[in-house]
């Protein structure tokens, strides 16, 4: 069983190399309960309170490992990820690139931002993933933008090096717009030594572009960021709800109210092992 385990990662790996790899693999993000992520999709994950999930909404059909809730965030219940997706679902890279120079409050591994069911809206037309960079000698990432059918709409080379904590990825200008209902797949792979191989570290989720209701664009014109990102929380918005609450935590980094926030969010969805790590720049 383990065999046949690390002979479909490595060829996804291969996959990933050439470019032409299109599996679901994951993230973490908790759907409400009758949304689905992909359905072959495999790996734990749990949620959290800041962000509230939908009712409806499920995680991976065939996830596996532990879940629980939190306030912040409410998941939707309607909304599910691609049905046809398929392969396994983690959002931690689990090829920990130099554990020598990381101390105990930072992981050693690249994570990404999202709950449990690898799975998150937007309701931007070209929206920001958070992803935790560990220390590591690669000096670029790849980051790739998929239709549900594995087509490649965008890929870019994004630069890492020398940096360590929770990045911002910025949909640039150039990346087509997001269409309202469709589902997305976007990966991130680190170069190692330059290139991607069987041993590249990758993360990746799965997204949706949603149209708001009348409540939450009232509510997205509030000058109150910490407001804007209560609403996003509320009308289960991820990916909106934490790159606008990760955007004001780096701008107010001393402010209580806003860093626990931050680290309710985050350990809301399993993620309390990044809480203190550093915010950096954006990628772009």
């Not at 908790?30 to 734990?44: E, H, L």
């Not at 998941?75 to 599910?80: K, L």
């Not at 200008?173 to 991130?188: C, E, R, S």
């Not at 708001?212 to 996003?232: G, H, N, S, W």
Request: some cysteine; proline content about 7%.
């Amino acid at each position: 069983m383990k065999c046949r385990y690390l002979a479909s990662i490595l060829s996804i790996i291969a996959l990933l190399a050439a470019g032409t790899w299109n599996s679901a693999y994951a993230i973490t993000f908790t759907p409400p309960v009758n949304n689905g992520a992909p359905r072959q999709a495999s790996g734990g994950a749990s949620r959290g309170n800041l962000f509230t999930p939908n009712a409806d909404r499920g995680a991976p059909r065939r996830a596996s490992g532990g879940a629980s809730r939190g306030n912040l965030f409410t998941p939707n219940a309607d909304r599910g990820a691609p049905k046809k997706a398929s392969g396994g679902a983690s959002r931690v890279g689990i090829y920990h690139l130099n554990p020598s120079t990381v101390g105990a409050a930072n992981p050693a591994a690249l994570i990404a931002l999202l709950p449990q069911s690898f799975y998150g809206t937007t309701v931007s037309e070209r929206p920001t993933i958070l992803v935790y960079l560990p220390a590591t000698q690669a000096e670029t990432a790849v980051f790739s933008l998929k239709d549900e059918a594995g087509n490649t709409l965008h890929q870019m080379n994004v630069s890492v090096a020398g940096k360590t904590g929770v990045m911002a990825i910025p949909l640039p200008a150039d990346a087509p717009a997001l269409t309202v209902g469709k589902n997305y797949q976007w990966f991130l792979a680190l170069k190692v030594n330059g290139t991607l191989s069987p041993s590249t570290p990758y993360i990746d989720g799965w997204i949706q572009r949603i149209q708001p209701t009348a409540e939450l664009v009232t509510a997205m014109q509030q000058e109150d960021a910490l407001q804007r990102a209560t609403a996003f929380g509320k009308n289960s918005v991820w990916y909106d709800c934490v790159a606008t609450l990760a955007s004001l935590h780096t701008a107010e980094p001393n402010n209580a109210t806003i860093t626990k926030q931050w680290e309710e969010l985050l350990s809301s969805v399993s993620l309390k092992e990044i809480v203190k790590a550093p915010l950096l720049t954006s990628a772009n």
